[in-house]
Structure formats: C-alpha cells, structure tokens
C-alpha cells in the first residue's frame, strides 16, 4: 500500500474548511429519506430490490483474507482493474460499490470524481467479523476505527494541514463539527487557548494532539482497531502545561525545584522570574504580600493552586479563578475602618467584639490538629513505639471548651457547681480528644477518600481501587465506631455525675475496637509505602495531596500524618483512662470498670502487635518467594519465620561455582541458599497495573537445620578473611560435606551471624548446648582461600568455566543427574564385594559430571574431612575427634 500521505479530491476539498456544513447536508438527507420512507411505507413491497455488488480495485481483488470473507458472507463481487470495465456501473439494479486498497492511487481519484462510492478492505473485513451491513457514507471510507466519533479542531492556522486531518478523519468513519457542541466526543487541539479549549476542559472532553489522528491512520489496516481506545488516545494527550512559561515566587528551594520539575513533565517550560517570555507567574499567597514588579498586562499572575489543579485534572484550568490579588494598601485599610467607626451601629458593633474577645480570652478551644512538628520529630516516630502505652508520646493536654451541648444542662439535670473535679476535667478532655479525632477521620474520609473514589473524574481516575483501598483500609468502619462512642461520652458530659460509668463506655466498644483497628495498624506501613509510591509515580496524586493538604481543614499536615492518628489514638485512651482511674474514689463503682477497661484496651493492642508481627513475617515470606526464582512451595508455613538474611561467596564448588555471589536466608528450621541469576526473567505485571521486579535469585536448595553438624569459625589471616564453613549432612550421603562461603557484608558480624545460626541449629536438634556446635579452624585446614575472590584472574576464570559448563550440556547426551551416577558407582562397588564406604572414598575426590565428560575435578569442597582434622587436629581450638 501507499504511505500515509492522502489525495484529497476537488470536490472535497471545497468543503473541508466547513465539514460541518456537509455533515448537516448528510442529516438532513438522512431525515427526508426517513419522511419519504414512512410516506411509501404501502408502496415498499411493490418496490424492485436493488442488489449490492462489490467491485474489487486491481489490488484488492488480490487480498485472499477479502475474497475469503466475502465467501464466507455470501456477498456477490466482481474484479477489475480499470473502471471502464464497468459498462454499467450506473444500472439501477445494482447499487455499486468500489473497494479500493490504495486511496492515493489514480483510480480512486476518478471513482471520487465520478462520485461513486468507495470503501477500503478494512471496512468489508469489519463487518463480515461483526456480521453487520456495509455502512452508507457519501464520502470514500477506508475504515471504521473513527467511527461515530465526533472531531472538533481548535489552534491551527495552516489551512492544509486542517484539510489533511479532516480528510483522514472521514476516511476513518469519523463526523467534523466546526463549532463545539454536546455532542463533540474529542478536541484535536494544537494550542491550550481559545473557548473551545476552555468549553472541554470543564466538560471533560477528551483534548488530544494532532498525531493522534496521524497515529491513528498508521493502523487503518488493523480491523479490531479503534483510535477511542484510553490506552491508544492517552498517548497524545495534550499536556496541562503546553505553550505555558512558568515563573515561581515566593517557594523554598526544595517546592521550587519539585513544581520546575513537574512542570516539564508536564509539557510545560520555567523561566526565571522577571523574563519577559513568562506567561504565568505562580504565586505562594501564604509568603508573598506584593509583586516585586509591575506584571504586565499578558502574564497572569495565579495561586499555586491554579497549577496542582491544573495537574490533578490534567488539563490547563482557568486562570480567572485563581487570580493572584495584592494585599490591600494602608490608605485603603485605613479609610475603611475610619468609614465603620462612623457608622450609628459601630458603638454596638464595637461592644459586641469587646464581648467576644473577653469570651474567647476565658475559653479556650482545643484545635483538633495541633502545630505542625519539625520534620526530624515527625520522622522519628515508629509504629514499634506507637502501639507501646509506655512509649506514646503525650497526648496535648490543653483545655478545651465544653461543647454546646455539654454547656447547656439538660432538664433533669441539677446546675453544674462553678469549679468542676478533677475527674470532670479529665473526662472533659477525654470527650475533647474524642470528637476531635472523630473530625479527623471525617476530614480524612471527605477530603480524600470520597473524591478519589468518585465516579466520572476529569482525566480519569487518579487512584486504582486496589490503591485506594490500600491507603484507606478500614478507616471508614474506625470512624463508625469512634462516632458512636463519641455519642455516649457527650451524653454523659451532659448528664454528668460522679457516678457516671466512664469505663462502661469502653467496655461496651472494645469488641468493635479490636475488630476494626488490626487491619489497619497491620498495613500501615504499605499505606504509606503506597502514598510514597503513587505520589511519585503519578503526578496527578501528588497534585490532588497538595490541593488537599494547603486546605486549612488539614490544618496543613500531609495525608500520612493524619492517617497515623488511628495507630497514636488506643494508646492515648487508655492514658486518659489511667489518669481519670487516678482521680477516682475507692468507693466509686467505676473504680472497677475503668480497670477493665484498660486491660481490654490492653489486650486489643496486644492482639494488634501479635496480629502485626504474623503480618510482617508473612510479608517476609512471600518477598523470599518473589524474590528466588523457583523457590520449593513447601517453604511457606504458618510455624516459619525468617530470621535472617545474609550475602556471601561461595568458596567451593559443591553448590555453585566457586566465587558466585550466594544469599543465605536463615529461618527458625530451615536454610534457604539461592544464587545469583545469571540472566533477569522479564518483570511480573499484576492485572491491576502494578509492576513486580523480577526475581534476582535462583533456587540451590533447601537446607533444614538439622542436616547442620557442625559450624567452622575460619580464623582470620592475610589471605582469607570473614570466612566460615558448614558441616553437613544430607540424607542421601553416607559422609559430611563442607560448605564454605564468604561474607560481603559488614553487617551482621561474622561472631553474631554464627552464634545466631548455632542457635536456631540447636532449638531445632533439641540440644541446650548451642555455643559446642562452633569450632574455630585455620584456613589451610580447610583448604579454604579469599586472596584471589576478587581479582580479574579469577573473574575470568569463572566465566570460562561457565561457559565450559554450557557447552558440555550442550553437547551432552546424557543428562544423568550426578546423585544417580553416584548411587550408580556405589551399587557397582558393593556387587565387587567393596563395602558402599570404600567406594565412597575412591571416589568422594573427583566431581562426577555427565556421562559425555569423564574427567575428574577435585574440589576442596568434597575432600575427605577426617583427614583434615587428623592431620592438623592442632590447628583447632576443641578436639576435632566428635566431627565425624
């Protein structure tokens, strides 16, 4: 087929500039063959049939994928390579179509003169895969990926290039509108100015580039295509920030630099501020007060929030809306407070602030979001601390106003004494906090959660489901049982006695309490990994977070902050409920209760760091599984946990080669050796979009800990240094094997990682004895060396040896695992009358490889360990004699 260039015929070409003009043409036609349809209705059945007959167009008669569908529908056609073929193409019995491959070829300029009707393979293969009729249009239509949408074009100012894209549109089904209406389905847009931009920005309209329709015609050829396709259309999306200069004023050089750097993502450039190219200057109305010059008349000068909201509904919003305004002048203040001085009620203005000022000065009210902390104070917290009440940090303590409620006494109430006990007070406080944390999830709720889960948003969801309902867990049932808990406690400041029943109210609660927290403290640390994550992986959330949190509801904290209120809020309860237990007489009944409720706040916080600790360890596990390729299924159990994990080098060559890079994953009854792989499988994509890295380790083996015999502290000398061995014995073999490996690592220390490992050894033997199971060896005994582990020799070693490797298996005939040829040699020995032992030790030297290579390699990994230590049995630091 031709390129993608397009010849646009005579007769069209009048009317491209106004396309609109011929859609109206087409629709009225439309509706007076409708009206005379309906008229004749009685005469239709008297009305000859016209057949449809398809003409194939030199190339087309050639495509075998059309002649088959064509077959396959039973639709009559005929080949031709000329028009003038066709004697009587204009015979009222046939209605004729030409199905033409090459819409810049000759021939279809003629048929376009001639005005006949044209259609492109595409179309006949669309619907004879839909079983759907050949659709009517007046124009040449090669394909059906534009169609029913309707196009509308804004900023261009070359009238051929205008021609060109309107005439691809219709050869793709799709309708021009020249003025922007309801029924407009995309803006093509090549500036970010103009109404037609502004009308689509607030309809959500998707606005797109013109290389969309380029792109679009690029793939006319593929049937199932469709150019309305989100992940197709998203790809030429025009940006917020296109045709847009930007200037900062009044940011830190951290915001300055992050919103600089959005902005270029955003399609967008900065300037200093002052450049006269600028078309917007972004203001931060919380510092600055006044421009420190004169804008001029074509910069507009907006809030920052004009460019996080602009970001958030990715699309360029409205300037006049955040209209940066200057401070107001002295003259101008002074004028009018001297204009309300004059006024007859300013006496009676003046007395009522008085009143106001005097009220507010005795009563203070507690801000249910305290002054924002340092950075280092807020970072230091951990959710370890949180869930310990001996740990929490103060609750603030200020006295706050007795609610309307709690002021006005109700009718069975007696009047309330002038000074209150010290019970009252710290119930008062209790009832405080309450609804303050109960405005907090609501905030939480209504300015975050709702929005991002609404329906229909501008540019699309922000969030995926999954996310948001990692972020938001169990918040919304939190906030339920807090509401109503909040109730009982106002009931009770309005109602109060002595010997009201605080404790009773937390009682009646706790089953709720420990059914609603743990899902949340459990995944409060992925909650912030997933905001951490989104913010900056996607610009519109870190856009919508910052719109949000400058709102003064948040009272300027960030989502985490708040969302760490729930994990802070038990642990501050039962303080307060300390503190009033303290307050209250021996004879009081509640004296009782209010320690029943502590101790069930108690064990609903245990329950939590249990629920957290089985939490962490299963997320533990199921990292190890992702990460190890090919790691054993029988690994996960619910009595598993991981206890460790160190990177070493392997010293011999029994598991892997000598001096590939191993890690150790050490667990309460088992030991999981994985190398490094040598070749990174393709990354995993979860059906939610989330993208796994993909696995970095290779499954050895699974080593339980009781194969472990013995543990080799190697000393430490010029030529091997942080180096240990295993002695061990897996159940096919009838001697020990040592396993020798490196540390690379400076954490753990070598004495720790040991006595960590002699331990779990010894819990899984049943022996009390843990320390006897390490021995300290020299490195000549164990014919174990690092010197050469990092030199270029050795590297290059292993990389022939490696390659040897896959040669010999790849002209291997025999793939005999060597445990087989083993067992094989064995069973051989014993029919000779050598006894299985004897035969071991012929043989424990060499390393048995496939039947295609016979030659032995010793390995200082299989050597015979009784004589090592009979030999140098001086060397160890114990008596080597209970090794073997």
């Not at 100015?193 to 679009?216: C, M, N, T």
């Not at 010290?422 to 939480?444: C, F, G, M, P």
């Not at 989502?559 to 642990?571: G, H, K, M, T, Y």
């Amino acid at each position: 087929m031709a390129d993608n260039s397009t010849l646009v015929s005579e007769t069209g070409r009048s009317l491209l500039a106004d396309s609109s003009v011929l859609d109206s043409k087409i629709i009225e036609t439309s509706k007076e063959n409708v009206f005379r349809a309906a008229v004749l209705d009685v005469e239709a059945e008297e009305m000859p049939q016209i057949e449809t007959r398809l003409v194939l167009v030199q190339e087309a008669g050639k495509r075998e994928e059309l002649l088959k569908a064509l077959e396959e529908i039973k639709m009559p056609y005929i080949k031709t390579d000329t028009i003038e073929e066709l004697g009587d193409s204009d015979s009222p019995e046939f209605e004729t179509i030409f199905v033409v491959s090459d819409f810049q070829a000759p021939i279809f300029s003629n048929l376009c003169k001639a005005d006949c009707r044209v259609i492109g393979p595409p179309v006949v293969l669309h619907c004879a895969q839909k079983g759907e009729p050949l659709p009517f249009s007046c124009r040449p239509l090669y394909c059906a990926s534009m169609l029913n949408l309707v196009l509308c074009f804004t900023g261009f100012r070359k009238k051929d290039e205008l021609v060109k894209l309107v005439t691809l549109v219709h050869h793709m089904g799709g309708i021009i509108r020249r003025d922007f209406s309801s029924k407009v389905t995309h803006l093509v847009a090549n500036s970010t100015h103009g109404d037609k931009f502004r009308i689509a920005v607030s309809l959500g309209i998707p606005i797109v580039k013109a290389e969309w329709i380029y792109k679009a015609w690029e793939k006319r050829n593929e049937i199932d295509f469709c150019a309305a396709d989100d992940d197709f259309r998203n790809q030429f999306k025009v940006p917020p920030f296109q045709d847009c200069m930007l200037s900062f004023l009044g940011f830190s050089d951290d915001e300055k630099a992050n919103m600089e750097e959005m902005t270029e993502m955003q399609g967008g450039h900065y300037l200093p501020v002052g450049d006269e190219r600028c078309t917007h200057l972004v203001v931060e109305e919380s510092t600055v007060k006044d421009l420190p010059f004169e804008p001029l008349k074509k910069l507009y000068v907006v809030k920052q929030e004009w460019f996080w909201g602009s970001i958030q509904m990715d699309a360029r919003a409205g300037e006049s809306m955040y209209l940066f305004e200057k401070s107001e002048s002295p003259d101008f203040k002074k004028s009018v407070s001297l204009l309300s001085l004059s006024t007859p009620n300013s006496n009676r203005k003046r007395r009522r602030l008085k009143e106001t000022l005097a009220q507010l000065t005795r009563e203070t009210d507690m801000s249910p979001f305290p002054p924002r902390k340092r950075p280092s104070a807020e970072h230091s917290l951990s959710i370890g601390s949180l869930l310990d009440i001996s740990n929490t940090p103060e609750s603030s303590t200020a006295s706050g106003e007795t609610p309307k409620s709690c002021a006005r006494p109700s009718k069975n109430s007696t009047p309330l004494p002038v000074k209150q006990s010290a019970r009252w007070q710290v119930a008062k406080e209790l009832y405080q906090t309450e609804s303050n944390y109960v405005d907090i999830l609501t905030t939480i709720i209504q300015l975050f959660q709702v929005p991002l889960e609404k329906e229909g948003q501008l540019g699309g969801p922000i969030l995926a489901q999954e996310e948001i309902k990692t972020i938001f867990g169990s918040i919304p049932d939190i906030l339920d049982v807090h509401i109503k808990i909040k109730e009982d406690l106002e009931d009770l400041m309005i109602n109060w006695t002595e010997s009201k029943s605080i404790g009773d109210i937390i009682l009646k609660y706790s089953k709720d309490l420990l059914k609603t927290y743990p899902p949340f403290v459990n995944f409060f640390e992925m909650s912030k990994e997933t905001i951490t994550r989104c913010e900056k992986q996607k610009p519109r959330f870190h856009a919508f977070l910052k719109i949000n949190q400058a709102k003064p509801e948040c009272g300027r904290q960030s989502l985490a902050e708040l969302l760490i209120r729930p994990v802070q809020r038990l642990p501050s309860v039962a303080l307060l409920l300390n503190d009033i237990k303290k307050h209250t007489a021996e004879e009081n009944p509640d004296k009782v209760t209010l320690e029943r409720a502590i101790e069930s706040l108690k064990e609903v916080m245990t329950h939590i760091n249990e629920d957290k600790r089985k939490t962490e360890a299963q997320r533990q596990f199921f990292d190890v599984v992702y990460e190890v390729d090919g790691c054993p299924a029988n690994l996960l159990s619910s009595h598993r946990s991981l206890v460790q994990r160190l990177e070493t080098v392997a010293l011999g060559d029994d598991l892997c080669d000598r001096g590939e890079q191993v890690t150790l994953f050490l667990f309460n009854d088992c030991l999981e050796i994985a190398r490094k792989r040598h070749k990174v499988i393709g990354a995993f994509k979860s059906p939610h979009g989330h993208t796994r890295p993909p696995a970095s380790l290779k499954h050895v083996v699974l080593m339980p800990l009781s194969q472990i015999k013995k543990v080799l502290d190697i000393r430490e000398t010029d030529d091997c240094q942080k180096a240990f061995a295993l002695v061990v014995r897996p159940p096919t073999e009838l001697n020990n094997k040592l396993l020798s490996f490196q540390m690379t690592t400076e954490d753990p220390r070598k004495e720790d990682w040991l006595k960590t490992l002699c331990r779990h050894v010894a819990n899984t033997i049943c022996k009390a004895d843990a320390e006897n199971l390490i021995y300290v060896a020299d490195p000549d005994s164990v014919e174990v060396n690092t010197k050469d582990m990092d030199s270029t020799l050795s590297r290059a070693s292993r990389a022939i040896k490696k390659t040897s490797k896959k040669v010999t298996r790849a002209f291997s005939f025999s793939k005999t695992p060597k445990r087989a040829l083993r067992r094989a040699l064995m069973s051989h020995s014993a029919t000779e009358g050598r006894s299985p032992s004897a035969a071991n030790e012929g043989y424990i030297g060499s390393r048995l490889t496939s039947t295609s290579s016979l030659a032995g390699v010793p390995s200082p990994s299989l050597i015979s360990l009784p004589s090592i230590f009979e030999r140098r049995s001086h060397t160890l630091s114990r008596s080597t004699t209970h090794l073997i």
